[in-house]
């Protein structure tokens, strides 16, 4: 399937899909969006939709999904044992094929023997899945796309399209977004964060690490990772790219 071979339908899908992709995010994570955006208009190809990301940056994982409550109980398994993914260890060892299924690498039975499957994906319905790989210069991302009962295999030529147009959104957001994030760390004080752990955050939100913070703020690294745990707890959010999108929030709100 490409754009010259597109039924009607699926035309439509595609138009729809990108008009979205490509709309302001309105207060919303990417991951948000993209979330919203597959579940609203691929939901007849699959019952859930997960974005999970690595930070380049940092190190830090997130997910967000359609199912999120469900989800949550199954977090720590999924990130624990997500290099027992055998798509994950593809990208990761430099692979090309951005389109992946689970059983493209292994067998049901072998994949139903992994840590990720009995502990997390045989709780979640997600035994069958699509997955496209988003790299970006700032993350390693995959967009999940899983239901119970094998998928529609057209959901990869979809996936082969939509895949690099989620990556160009996913640059474009994060260029927004670090233009819009660029606050005064007195601004930052409106949140109940102390002058120190704004300056802290101001230099995390430009992608700086704790020893860099350390040399340009003049203090220990401890002493930066105990402003990061103070502000990750203020803000009531786990990692570090979560308070970045959490204070650009609060401060559109503001």
């Known amino acids: 399937m490409n754009l010259h071979t597109l039924k009607s339908k699926e035309v439509r899908l595609v138009s729809g899909f990108l008009y979205d992709l490509y709309s302001p995010l309105e207060n919303k994570t990417f991951a948000d969006h993209i979330v919203d955006i597959c579940s609203h208009h691929l939901r007849d190809y699959a019952s859930g939709v997960a974005y999970d990301e690595t930070s380049a940056i940092d190190g830090s994982y997130r997910i967000c999904s359609d199912s999120i409550d469900r989800l949550r109980a199954y977090y720590e398994p999924v990130r624990d044992h997500i290099s027992e993914h055998p798509g994950w260890r593809y990208v990761m060892n430099g692979g090309k094929e951005r389109i992946l299924n689970i059983h493209d690498f292994v067998s049901e039975r072998e994949f139903r023997g992994t840590g990720l499957y009995q502990e997390a994906f045989r709780h979640i319905g997600s035994e069958y899945q699509f997955a496209a790989a988003i790299i970006t210069n700032t993350h390693v991302g995959g967009l999940t796309l899983h239901r119970d009962r ?67 703020l003049d203090i220990s690294s401890r002493t930066v990772s105990k402003h990061m745990e103070r502000i990750l707890s203020k803000l009531n959010v786990e990692t570090r790219g979560a308070a970045v999108a959490e204070i650009i929030r609060m401060n559109r709100q503001a």
Do not use: N
Not at 156 to 184: G, V
């Open 150 to 216: 094998p998928i529609q295999e057209s959901l990869r030529s979809l996936l082969t399209i939509f895949a690099p147009h989620i990556e160009r959104a996913c640059e474009l957001a994060a260029a927004a977004a670090k233009t819009e994030a660029q606050p005064d760390p007195g601004q930052l004080t409106r949140h109940g964060l102390t002058m120190r752990e704004a300056e802290v955050l101001v230099w995390v939100i430009q992608g700086k690490r704790d020893a860099e913070i350390a040399l340009i």
